[in-house]
C-alpha cells in the first residue's frame, strides 16, 4: 500500500479512435466528484473533441499530452488496433522513465508494447486480441487467460469489465483493501474479481489461416474423438513439428492448447443451450471423463461446469 499523501494525478490517455467503456472506467473510478483520494483528468494528443469506436459517440478530452507528463499513474484505455501515434509512445516512456505508474485496458497495451514497456514482461489483453499481441511483440509474455496483470509499474488488463477489476485492484494498492470496497459499493458493484481468475474467452473458436483452415475444421466436427496432436498432423499432412509452427504462427498457441480449448468451448456451448450432465458432455467433447473435464474447466476458467452453467444458461 502507498503512503497516503497529496491527491493522486490520474491521466487517462484516449488514444483515437479510443473504447468510449473503457475510457469511461477509468475516469469513473478515479476521477468522480467527491470521492476525493485522486484526481483524473480525460487527454489525448491534444485537447478538444476525440473519436471512438462507438458510431455517433464522440467525447471531449480536457488536455493533451501534458496531463501525461504530470501524471502519478497513466492509464491508456482500449483503441482500435494499429500503430499509436509517436507522440503518445514517448509521452508513455518518459512518464514511465521518471517512475510513473502505466496501466492498460484491454487492447490499450498494444500501446504500451509499441512503446516497449511490456518487453520481458508477463502482460494480458482481450483474448481476441491476445494471440495478435503475442505475434506482434514477442518479446512480451502475454497471458491470455486473466483479468489482469500487475508487474509493479506496468499493469495490463483484458477486456472491457476486467478494467474495472483492475482499477479497484489500483485503489487497494494505494489505499487499502477496505478502500477498495468503499469504492466499489459507492459504484454499485461487487468488490474486483482477482487478477487470476479467467476470462471467459471464446476458447478455439480462433480463425486459422488457410494453412489450417481444413485441420482445424475436421477436429471441431470430431471433438467427441479421443484425437491427438499426431492425428491433427497426418489430417494435415504434416509431422508434427511442421504443424506446431504452423499453430504458433497462425493461431499464437500449439497444437494441444488449441485442442484443450475447441473442446471447453464446445463443452461451454452444451452447458449453455441443454441440460445434458457433466458426464454426457464430457463424452461428447472427448474430454474423456466428469473428473477431466472439471479439472480443464479449472484450470482455464477458475470455475466449475454447473458454476458456469448457473451463471451462462439461457433460459
Known sequence: MREESAIHRVAVLALPPVVAFDAAIATQVFGHEGYGRYEAVLCSLQ??????????????????????AAADTVIVPGFRRGPAPAA????????HQRGARIVSICSGAFALAQAGLLDGRRATTHWAHAGDLARE??????????????EGTVLTSAGLAAGLDLCLYLIGLDHGQSAAIQRARQMVTALHRTGGQAQYSLAGATAAGERLTSVTQW??????QSI???????QAMQSTRTLSRAFATELGTSPRAWLIAARLRKACTLL?????????????TGLGSAANLRLQFRRTYATTPLAYRSAFQRR
Open 228 to 234: 491427438t496432436v499426431a492425428d491433427l498432423a497426418r
Open 219 to 224: 477436429a471441431l466436427a470430431n471433438l467427441h
Open 47 to 68: 485537447a478538444g473533441p476525440v473519436p471512438t469506436t462507438t458510431p455517433g459517440f464522440g467525447i471531449t478530452v480536457a488536455a493533451g499530452l501534458e496531463a501525461v
Open 272 to 284: 449453455e443451450t441443454g441440460d445434458l450432465t457433466v458426464e454426457e458432455i464430457a463424452r461428447r
Open 137 to 150: 511483440h514477442p518479446a512480451v509474455y502475454v497471458d491470455p487467460a486473466v483479468l489482469y496483470v500487475d
Open 88 to 95: 503518445a509512445l514517448d509521452a508513455l516512456r518518459a512518464a
